[in-house]
């Protein structure tokens, strides 16, 4: 067998493998911000972004997570701005609660993400040992990708939305949003598609102690209040 043949076999199996992930439409086509590559990484043969290579993120090391985070951040925001969505435009003045990006296993991903939190929400900062969120707190994580050859891809925005008692009760009252690269909503729990957001409720499910929030690892929280 050919290398050429080798390959469509194993792009073959990646197909399958990203159309299996439930959540993968969310991560569509999004275009990397080629001013922003990882220099480890830039010797491999270039590929396009494809849904499996932002499912699996490559592993960076905590000062190019930090550098690849600093340099997607104007491409990101310039992106989300458009969209019509308040989180999408808003958190990137919120509070962040990461001292930088970190990779963050988020649904088996391996994204590389920060954590905003709004002015309601800014008892976060506690972590485990702060109270249930106010109704109206908001929280985002956004993410960035990166390809197998080093090239850096904002994401998605993953936001939670404390609502009224009585909104989903068993899932601690919040509500899921997942915005795409580009700004567009993807899903919405109790709106839009909110089939592409059930996950995300299966992942803080067992945070169910802590007001359903899940936290960074020590070493990337932001201190102070």
Known sequence: ????????????????????????????????????????????????????????????????????????????????????????????AWQR??????????????????????????????????DPMPVGARIAKASFAVTHDGLVSGGPLFAMEKMPPGFDPGGGDWRYTLIGPDGTLIGETGGRNAEEVRFCFTCHEAARGQDFLLFPAPLYRRKGS
């Open 1 to 92: 067998m050919s290398r050429f043949s080798t390959w469509l076999s194993a792009a073959a199996m990646v197909a399958v493998l990203a159309t299996a992930c439930t959540s993968a439409p969310y991560l569509g086509r999004v275009a990397p911000d080629r001013s922003c590559t990882i220099e480890r990484l830039a010797w491999m043969p270039s590929v396009p972004l494809t849904m499996l290579d932002a499912l699996r993120s490559p592993p960076l090391s905590d000062e190019e997570a930090r550098l690849a985070g600093e340099c997607v951040e104007a491409s990101r925001h310039a992106n989300l701005a458009r969209s019509d969505h308040p989180v999408a435009r808003e958190h990137a």
């Open 97 to 130: 609660m990461t001292v930088q990006a970190y990779r963050s296993e988020h649904g088996s991903r391996g994204l590389n993400v920060n954590i905003f939190v709004d002015r309601l929400a800014a008892g976060y900062i506690k972590f485990e040992d702060g």
